[in-house]
C-alpha cells in the first residue's frame, strides 16, 4: 500500500474522513477480493499524483462492519467520494483510471 494511502477503521472515521478539509475518497474493500486488488493499483497511482488535493482511504470491510453498514456497502470495491463531510459521489467496481481520475476532478470542482 503506498503512503498516500490511509488505512482507518471505526473509530478513526470520523476524524479523518468526516472532519477532513480536504476532498477524500474513501475505499471499501477486503483482503481476499480480487477487483479490490486490481483497484488498488490505480488508486496506488492517482492517490500519489492528487497528494496535497485529495486525501485518500481504505476501509478493511472485515475489520470495520460499522462504518461498512453506516453506509451501506454492499458490493465491494466501493468508493465514496467525500467533500466537507458529506458524500458527493460514489462508485461500485474497479474503476478504469480515465473513470477515476473524471470523478476526482469533479470533487475537487466541490471543493
Given amino acids: 500500500m503506498a503512503g498516500k494511502i490511509t488505512k482507518i477503521t471505526d473509530e478513526t472515521f470520523s476524524t479523518k474522513v468526516i472532519g477532513s478539509r480536504s476532498p477524500a475518497v ?18 496506488e497511482q492517482v492517490a500519489f499524483e492528487y497528494d496535497g488535493r485529495v486525501s485518500f482511504f481504505k476501509v478493511d470491510v472485515n475489520e470495520s462492519n ?11 470495491p466501493m468508493l465514496l467520494f467525500f467533500n466537507g463531510g458529506e458524500i458527493v459521489d460514489q462508485a461500485v467496481g474497479a ?9 476526482l476532478q469533479k470533487l475537487l470542482q466541490y471543493a
Fill in 95 to 103: 474503476l478504469s483510471r480515465e473513470i477515476l481520475e473524471e470523478k
Fill in 26 to 43: 474513501v475505499d471499501f474493500w477486503a483482503t481476499w477480493c480480487e477487483p479490490c486488488r486490481k483497484l488498488d493499483e490505480v488508486l
Fill in 66 to 76: 460499522a462504518i461498512a453498514s453506516k453506509y451501506a456497502v454492499r458490493s465491494i
